[in-house]
């Protein structure tokens, strides 16, 4: 949805700011290239009150998120399976995809609108990939070249739903483990590098003076 923030190669930036080409971070293919940007404009009737058509709200705070979040009903959010103890025996795959219309009613967060009509923005790649939004959400995006087949990438996810998706969200609304739904890195605001930062050593004899154990400056 409009608004909402995405970990790039060059921070945090807004999802309609993104065009084809920009990198973005993912869970685990690195950073890869937007390969199709599409929007459109949602119009919800008035007297609409089928959670299962409503968009999702997560209130500031209820993850890790400082601001609302705004959630499509059927956007594939990552569930983080090992974190159960034990793991559901029938979700074979350790990042479960389930629709963001079933975490409604946990962690504060429900089914509204903000209005009557908004704009929304998917982003697709060449493979399917599971991206970093804003609150440390785990947003599955499907591939979307159009004429092309599905490349194979380091991990595969599942879709999941009905009452497999129902018992997931049951027992993460009884262990109130937040990491579950969310990872932490949604609340750092900072670029993320894609190499290590390593700090070079002072010349001998040029450290900072006055510490135990540290040489006297030459001057």
Not at 89 to 100: E, G
Request: proline share 10%.
């Amino acid at each position: 949805m409009y608004g909402t923030k995405v970990a790039t190669k060059g921070g945090w930036k807004l999802v309609e700011e993104l065009s084809p080409g920009d990198q973005v971070r993912t869970l685990d293919n690195g950073f890869q290239q937007v390969c199709r940007v599409a929007t459109d404009c949602i119009v919800v009737p008035s007297n609409e009150t089928n959670v299962e058509n409503l968009p999702v709200r997560v209130p500031s705070h209820a993850v890790y998120n400082g601001r609302p979040v705004w959630l499509m009903p059927e956007q594939g959010v990552a569930l983080d399976n090992t974190k159960f103890d034990p793991a559901p025996t029938n979700i074979p795959v350790s990042l479960p995809v389930v629709p963001a219309r079933v975490l409604s009613g946990i962690f504060r967060i429900t089914s509204d609108t903000p209005s009557s009509y908004f704009d929304i923005c998917s982003l697709f790649f060449d493979q399917d990939e599971v991206i970093y939004i804003e609150g440390g959400f785990r947003a599955y995006c499907p591939s979307g070249r159009f004429g092309s087949r599905n490349v194979a990438g380091n991990a595969s996810y599942e879709v999941i739903g009905g009452e497999a998706a129902a018992e997931l969200i049951c027992k993460t609304a009884h262990r109130q483990d937040i990491s579950i739904l969310a990872n932490s890195l949604g609340a750092l605001p900072a670029p993320i590098m894609e190499h290590p930062i390593i700090p070079i050593r002072p010349i001998r004899g040029n450290r900072r003076p006055g510490r135990p154990g540290r040489p006297v400056a030459m001057i």
